[in-house]
């Protein structure tokens, strides 16, 4: 049965609960009772008879119930008056109680013996409906709590999809501002490979445009999308460098994160081989796919001598503290990176599990 009621924030009213579909759920409840309770007192006197008694009970035990849910708990429950509520509670099974053990004796007038059960009976009656009473009270806060849980569960979900957004968005202009000054580079080399650029480009600017928009990505489309963000790193850096990129293991229908070895693959070009003025760096990817088990590894070179930043220019790396909250965003306890910064080279180690996908 779902409830009318509210433990935090306004309660719903009388007239709220009869013009929703919870109505159907209270009368199909309550239809339930009133057939248990038949079945218990059983048909000695005649169906009718019995039927019409449980009537009156359904009745009792319903208004106890509603009174309960829709003024004792939001008027003194809701607002910490425990004492006064369990005082309200109690005046109120005991003030139901007789008034509902006088329609019974009036109705059984012409059964001496069921009045005298009805008065031997009395506090049997009133425990029955403080039982009833003090049930209501426990739905009313188990209810409140599991839908307290659902908001929150609900709010954090909203929270986690909007951070993923602006994460993301932060992550596809820093890609294209470096890409378009790759770009403008060689145009004013009048290089020949400015056009193999535009096209590469375009695929790229396709796949975060209408692929990335989904939560997880096919791992062979972003293997491809990698392999063509080398080859732009390839046309621009010349032979003065070496860049492999090795994938191990069976691609499949495994499905990732879109975008996550971005920032890895700008960080090791932009502080490592675009550092070179001479021959010697390189860029080595690795990629293991084992089933569910994914491990990428990259590592740049490092030149012996970093040139002094500029105090004016501002500074992004936003890069890869990005992508170290959207790993605890996407893949909590799935993921283990290490990340080592020596004197000559600069390692990232990551292991995903992506057995959720």
Known sequence: MERGFALSGRPASFGELLGSRRTAYHILFWLIILIILMIVEGTEYGFWFTLSNEIINVLFYGFLVYFNWFYLIPNYLNEKKFLTYAILLTLSAIILTPLKMLVFYWKFNAIPVAQQQLINNQLGYFMLSFIIASGSTIYAILMDWFRQLREKQELETQTMQSELRFLKSQINPHFLFNTLNNLYALTLKKSDQAPEIVIKLSEMMRYMLYECNEKRVLLSKEIHYLNNYLDLERLRQGKNVSITFSVNG????????????????????????????????????????????????????????????????????????????????????????????????????????????
């Open 250 to 357: 069976e691609v499949q229908d495994q499905k990732i994160a879109p975008l996550l070895f971005i920032p890895f693959l700008e960080n090791s070009f932009k502080h490592g081989l675009n550092n070179y003025i001479t021959h010697g760096g390189f860029v080595r990817i690795n990629l293991e796919i084992n089933q569910t088990q994914l491990h990428f590894q990259i590592e740049n070179s490092k030149p012996e001598k970093m040139p002094v930043a500029d105090p004016n220019r501002r500074s992004g790396g936003i890069g890869l503290v990005n992508v170290h909250r959207r790993l605890n965003l996407l893949y909590p306890d799935q993921y283990e990176l290490r990340i080592d910064n020596t004197p000559k080279s600069y390692v990232v180690d990551l292991k995903l599990d992506l057995s959720d996908t």
